[in-house]
């Protein structure tokens, strides 16, 4: 149907005979016609087989008045040798974890694909940026895809463009997959615990984790078994980390710092506050009852059954001296 593109033949392709003048014979560039009279009529007809290229047989029939006939031949081939002219797709940037969520966000509708995929002409064009032209047609589009790196992951997506003789173009469109997403962190519950100081953070079972003032890696298990803890992220749970910073006394409060990351080290920090109070008092045995031989209080030492004196203004005694105290005795959780 283009045989006359370019202008190299002004008849058009007819599969039935067509009679033409001599004029648009002789006008068919490398013709000659002669005769001892004049020329009648002059016919021609095509046949066309083969594709990519096609080869069309124009045959002519040149006649005299007398019906005396010449058959010439002409061979003509059709053929596309241009490859389709594209745009790829625009690069774009997706929220995801790896090369599996390359659809999210509605950024591209072709999944991953480490193997070539035959997809349609529409569905190329539906890519945002894309397009596509041919002379003739589009024959078919396949896409492959290749990912490298982590965080971000890049996809490296090649596409190519066929026309029905085809002609091939290729063009590369990247796609970024980036997790920018920190996870989502819900501390342990403050807590109070019966103690001494921040060695004895884990009285009670309150919690598991043992005082740190140097940062300790942890597992996802061991942050979500802390009570009122939760953790989510739209990838996985990389590292938890925590460290300890105590301040005061009685009580002493322990700051409890958490990091929270994802493969793409996206961070959540989250603080627990932890107190450690000792609220138990000390159990005490008073020294036995004595009796004294001696005139008055100030004497209150005879006989050695005490060895403190007697004072009628508090004293500060060391709790050896409370010990040696016949019939003494003394505890604590903590210490005196």
Do not use: H, K, M, W
């Not at 966000?105 to 529409?122: C, H, P």
């Not at 469109?173 to 920018?180: E, F, N, P, S, V």
């Amino acid at each position: 149907s283009q045989i006359t593109n370019g202008g190299l033949t002004a008849l058009a392709y007819s599969d039935v005979e067509v009679l033409i003048t001599e004029a648009q014979f002789l006008a068919e560039s490398g013709s000659a016609v002669s005769d001892e009279c004049t020329i009648f009529e002059v016919y021609y007809v095509d046949v066309v087989s083969g594709t990519c290229p096609y080869t069309v047989t124009r045959t002519f029939r040149v006649l005299d008045p007398c019906l005396n006939e010449t058959i010439c031949v002409q061979t003509i081939t059709i053929d596309d040798t241009t490859a389709p002219v594209v745009t790829c797709p625009s690069d774009i940037t997706v929220e995801g974890c790896d090369e599996s969520q390359i659809t999210n966000g509605g950024l591209t509708a072709l999944a991953y694909s480490d193997v070539e995929v035959l997809i349609t002409e529409a569905q190329f064009l539906a890519e945002s940026g894309s397009a596509v032209s041919d002379e003739c047609t589009i024959f078919e589009v396949y896409y492959v895809d290749v990912v490298s790196g982590t965080c971000p992951y890049t996809v490296t997506r090649t596409f190519r463009v066929l026309d029905p003789c085809l002609n091939e173009t290729i063009c590369v469109q990247t796609i970024t997959i980036d997790d920018t997403t920190a996870p989502v962190v819900t501390c342990p519950s403050d807590i109070t615990v019966e103690g001494c100081d921040e060695s004895q953070i884990t009285n009670g079972g309150l919690t598991a984790l043992a005082y740190s003032d140097v940062e300790v890696l942890i597992t996802e298990a061991q942050f979500l078994a802390e009570s009122g803890s939760a953790v989510s992220d739209e990838c996985t749970i990389f590292e938890v980390y925590y460290v300890d910073v105590v301040s005061g006394t009685c009580p002493y409060t322990v700051t409890r710092t958490f990091r929270v990351l994802d493969p793409c080290l996206n961070e959540t920090i989250c603080v627990q506050t932890i107190t450690i109070d000792d609220t138990t008092a000390p159990v005490v045995t008073c020294p036995s009852d004595i009796t004294v031989e001696g005139c008055d209080e100030s004497q209150i030492t005879n006989g050695g059954l005490t060895a403190l004196a007697y004072s009628d203004v508090e004293v500060l005694i060391t709790e050896a001296q409370f010990l040696a105290e016949s019939g003494s005795a003394v505890s604590d959780e903590c210490t005196i």
